[in-house]
């Protein structure tokens, strides 16, 4: 059990002059919210959300000064609950932490202990936040068309955003549960990247690029859109009957406008994914199959760590539309 507070390391954004710009501070334990659990954390992971907290956007973070990161991994320090106990290592993803609660780009959380996840057998921090809520987002995206009787033999599975953090781990599911998965990336210049995750075919945002017509020649049997707005319009109405879209993203806008005849006409189901409320036993079981038949060696190989002096830049290119791949923050580089 701590007794004392400690000083520690965190990646802090303020408000100067309307301005919001992060850098690194020191903070004592003493000076984080209430909570049962503190937790040392090692790693965190960098989502499109974390960029849009720290770029000061109030529909994700309501006031600043304030430490983003979504995702933590690391060890119990402090257990007020025993559940989890001292000295366990635990995931945590979601709720509110990196939103209003001080996040993962801090050394260390205070959360209720019912955000926490058991670190799942055989894992450490560094490979849990590998995937972080990118990837278990991408897992429940994937879980989701699986639920509505997805199968390989039914034809193409369209991933759009493919190159990016949800995009490149739904790529590698998919091609390692043996669907044949076209990735829609407007990165020429990742094309050869996401074959080797697994795309059998990479073609451009051109592919998903706005059609009067309400209803085109069908193209993939199923779909996993992070991207939202006109692109994910369009994926409806290239999707063949009976298929399914999982959607979870909003890069190219919060709108979407359709008809419903990709639904009456088709029987095309529009699947909504949320990764970040939703029952922790949800959560648990996506992380264990990650650790467990799941897992995505050549995302897991092809991370790239950082240290808090890089993560400006880093969450600045996720607002431009121009990160790729799955980025780790390792607190000790
Ligand atoms: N529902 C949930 O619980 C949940 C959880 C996690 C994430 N999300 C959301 O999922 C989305 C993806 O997250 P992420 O972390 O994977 O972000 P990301 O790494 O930035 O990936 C998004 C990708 O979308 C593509 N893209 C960017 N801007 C675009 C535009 N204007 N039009 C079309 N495509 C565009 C890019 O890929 P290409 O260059 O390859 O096209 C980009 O790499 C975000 O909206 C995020 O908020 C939701």
Redesign the pocket.
Same mark, same amino acid.
């Given at each position: 059990m701590m007794t004392t507070n400690s000083e520690f390391k965190a990646w802090r954004v303020e408000e100067q002059n309307g301005e919001y710009v992060g850098a690194e501070k020191s903070l004592s334990t003493a000076d984080l919210p209430d909570g049962d659990v503190l937790i040392r954390v090692s790693h965190s992971s960098l989502?499109?959300?974390d960029a849009l907290s720290a770029s000061g956007n109030k529909g994700v973070t309501r006031s600043f000064p304030h430490t983003p990161g979504i995702d933590a991994a690391g060890e119990v320090v402090d257990s007020a609950t025993g559940n989890p106990s001292n000295g366990s290592p635990v995931i945590v993803t979601?709720y509110d932490l990196g939103m209003n609660t001080d996040g993962g780009f801090g050394e260390y959380i205070r959360v209720p202990a019912a955000w926490c996840v058991p670190m799942p057998e055989g894992w450490n921090a560094r490979t849990a936040m590998i995937y972080g809520? @990118?990837g278990l987002?991408a897992g429940l995206c994937v879980q989701k068309l699986l639920t509505m009787g997805a199968k390989p033999e039914q034809g193409k599975v369209a991933v759009?955003?493919?190159?990016?953090? /949800?995009?490149t781990v739904a790529v590698e599911l998919l091609a390692k549960l043996g669907f044949d998965v076209v @990735?829609?990336?407007?990165?020429a210049d990742?094309a050869d990247d996401l074959k080797a995750l697994g795309a059998k075919k990479v073609v451009g945002?051109e592919t998903l690029a706005e059609e009067k017509k309400p209803l085109v020649k069908p193209a993939f049997a199923n779909a996993v859109d992070? /991207?939202?707005?006109s692109?994910l319009a369009e994926l409806l109405k290239q999707i063949k009957p009976g298929g399914s879209v999982s959607c979870?993203?909003?890069? @190219?806008?919060p709108g979407l406008q359709t008809t419903v005849l990709p639904f009456i006409l088709r029987g095309v189901n529009l699947l909504g994914?949320?990764?970040?409320e939703i029952p922790l036993p949800e959560k648990e079981a996506v992380w264990k199959k990650f650790a467990g038949e799941w897992a995505c060696p050549k995302t897991e190989a092809s991370a790239r760590d950082i240290g808090r002096s890089e993560l400006d830049g880093a969450l600045k290119a996720?607002l431009k539309?121009?990160?790729?791949g799955k980025i780790v923050l390792d607190h000790s580089k």
């Open positions: 989502n499109y959300k979601g809520t @990118a987002t759009s955003g493919a190159s990016g953090a /949800v995009g @990735a829609i990336s407007g990165k990742h945002r992070t /991207v939202g707005g692109p979870c993203g909003l890069v @190219a806008g994914v949320d990764s970040v996720f539309g121009e990160s790729a």
